[in-house]
């Protein structure tokens, strides 16, 4: 089955550094999804992408859809308190709409 | 707020127990996923269910079971509970399937077996 490596799994930053997690996967997938879960909340859409190569932002956060199909990155620029939570990234693969998880991202932010 | 709703937000039950979860999908949405998350875990897919039919399965244990109504609403029944089946369950939904739309998620029932 399809298997999604996310990395890192945590990490501890000061607020207003820059922040970088990424997805790889064992095979293509035709779309990448980014979400955000707070604690005890319902993970909440970032950011998709449906196309090789694609690069999208909102507001300061950007990912991209790689060339190889196989993996996406998210980047947070000047993070705040507000961005601490679980940073899930998904992807659908050529097979069917099910959606494979990555194991996640603790993001700390030290004001 | 993304627009699928889930019922009750907290429950809270004993060992061997059945309970049910229910799922309002997104305004049109035929697709609904339901997914298992346990403390400090990543999401566990459990079912999916297209337009009233059972579309894919993950790792749904025997005794859990769930359906999709003619309204699309669906839920999820937890039967002969254990301790180790306390965890946040989520559905999603999303417009049809293989059509690569985008999952949107409700807030989670929040299930504690005691």
């Known amino acids: 089955g399809q298997q999604l490596n996310q990395s890192p799994q945590s990490m501890f930053i000061q607020e207003g550094e820059d922040v970088s997690m990424n997805c790889t996967s064992s095979?293509?997938?035709?779309?990448w999804l980014w979400y955000k879960q707070d604690p005890g909340e319902g993970p909440v859409l970032l950011i998709a992408l449906y196309k090789a190569g694609e690069l999208t932002s909102n507001g300061r956060l950007t990912a991209q859809f790689g060339i190889t199909r196989k993996d996406s990155f998210l980047n947070i620029s000047a993070s705040i308190p507000s961005d601490v939570g679980i940073y899930f990234c998904a992807g659908r693969g050529t097979s069917g709409s099910r959606l494979t998880f990555g194991e996640g991202t603790q993001l700390t932010v030290n004001p | 707020d993304s627009g699928v709703t889930q019922t009750p937000k907290h429950l809270i039950t004993a060992t061997g127990q059945r309970v049910t979860l229910r799922c309002s999908p997104r305004s049109g949405d035929l697709s609904v996923y339901w997914y298992q998350q346990s403390l400090d875990q990543g999401l566990q897919f459990l079912i999916q269910y297209y337009n009233g039919e059972e579309r894919a399965k993950g790792n749904i244990l025997e005794r859990f079971s769930a359906q999709q109504f003619p309204d699309l609403h669906s839920e999820l029944n937890l039967s002969s509970l254990e301790l180790g089946d306390s965890a946040l369950y989520f559905c999603?939904?999303?417009?049809?399937f293989g059509s690569g739309n985008t999952i949107y998620f409700g807030e989670g029932s929040w299930l504690t077996v005691v």
């Open positions: 999603a939904s999303s417009g049809g």
């Open positions: 095979s293509i997938f035709n779309t």
